[in-house]
């Protein structure tokens, strides 16, 4: 190895170890999420499918304070519901040149229980990947001659609120097998690769260090199950990929942007490593 790669590498490693200095050990409360009585899955076996890398699939209620959690037990005090209601605002609104509403087809928005807990999954008839947010543009641009909102829009993230909310309590069931397959390795080899000056995958923190405390973080497992997320220290909803955004960005690297092929891999995969946990949609964290 040649002296400035081996400089490079010294150097890599010593800004790695900066970025757990401190780190504590905590392990998750041992809790139940109860809701209008309903239990909540949030501890799940592990998926067969990652060989053991995590032995057993804990939602990020689990790392979450006495306060955070109970916000979250209380649909009156979850911040979040504000978002569903928005979204049934929208989902009755007419937009577009065909004069129609999502009610229009779909009456009311319960039709749409149990397809957050399959997504994301490839879309037979294009072969793409496609998340909630995917299928809202589609058909805000196939049938109702809409423009479709855009990534970061308010009105994209309250339809997700609002679908999301009506597979509460469903358990997540991500396909990854046959046309996901692909899509399913992609997903997986992006969670394993260091990225950014400082060398972190996502797996650095959410399988090795899980559990622990970077700072004032406490590090949960990544789970989507949850999502969209109210997230405190943002006073807003935040989706899986606006997240991976700012997990991007935190390792100092060039981000993904969101809707690429490369997230909505990731978000496939990362979504797969909770099967067996419940929808909660919308939960509420940090």
């Not at 998750?28 to 067969?48: F, R, Y």
């Not at 699939?57 to 979040?80: C, V």
């Not at 622990?212 to 949850?226: A, E, F, P, W």
């Not at 220290?233 to 899986?240: E, I, R, S, V, Y």
Request: charged content about 25%; hydrophobic content about 40%.
């Amino acid at each position: 190895m040649k002296q400035r790669t081996i400089k490079t590498a010294l150097a890599a490693t010593a800004v790695l170890g900066l970025a757990f200095a401190g780190m504590a050990s905590a392990e998750p409360v041992d809790d139940t999420l109860v809701i209008d009585g309903v239990e909540i899955v949030t501890k799940a076996a592990g998926a067969a499918h990652l060989d053991g890398a995590l032995p057993e699939a804990m939602s990020g209620w689990h790392f979450r304070d006495t306060e955070t959690r109970a916000m979250q037990a209380d649909d009156f005090d979850n911040p979040g519901m504000i978002y569903v209601d928005r979204g049934l605002d929208l989902w009755n609104a007419v937009d577009g040149t065909e004069g129609k509403s999502c009610a229009s087809c779909h009456e009311g928005p319960e039709a749409m229980a149990g397809l957050r807990a399959v997504t994301p999954r490839v879309d037979e008839k294009t072969g793409k990947v496609m998340n909630i947010e995917s299928y809202v543009n589609d058909c805000r641009t196939t049938r109702m001659g809409a423009e479709a909102w855009g990534d970061k829009a308010v009105e994209l993230t309250d339809m997700l609120a609002l679908i999301s909310f009506q597979s509460r309590g469903e358990l997540m069931n991500v396909a990854i097998d046959g046309a996901a397959a692909p899509f399913y390795e992609k997903g997986k080899e992006i969670y394993y690769t260091r990225f950014g000056q400082l060398e972190l995958s996502c797996a650095s923190c959410h399988e090795d260090n899980y559990g622990n405390y970077i700072r004032s973080d406490h590090l949960s497992q990544g789970q989507t199950n949850g999502f969209p997320v109210y997230r405190l220290k943002d006073a807003k909803l935040t989706t899986p990929q606006g997240r991976f955004v700012g997990c991007v960005r935190d390792t100092r690297a060039e981000t993904f942007k969101i809707g690429s092929d490369e997230f909505n891999a990731l978000e496939l995969y990362v979504a797969s490593r909770g099967n067996g946990l419940a929808v909660e949609g919308v939960s509420v964290r940090n």
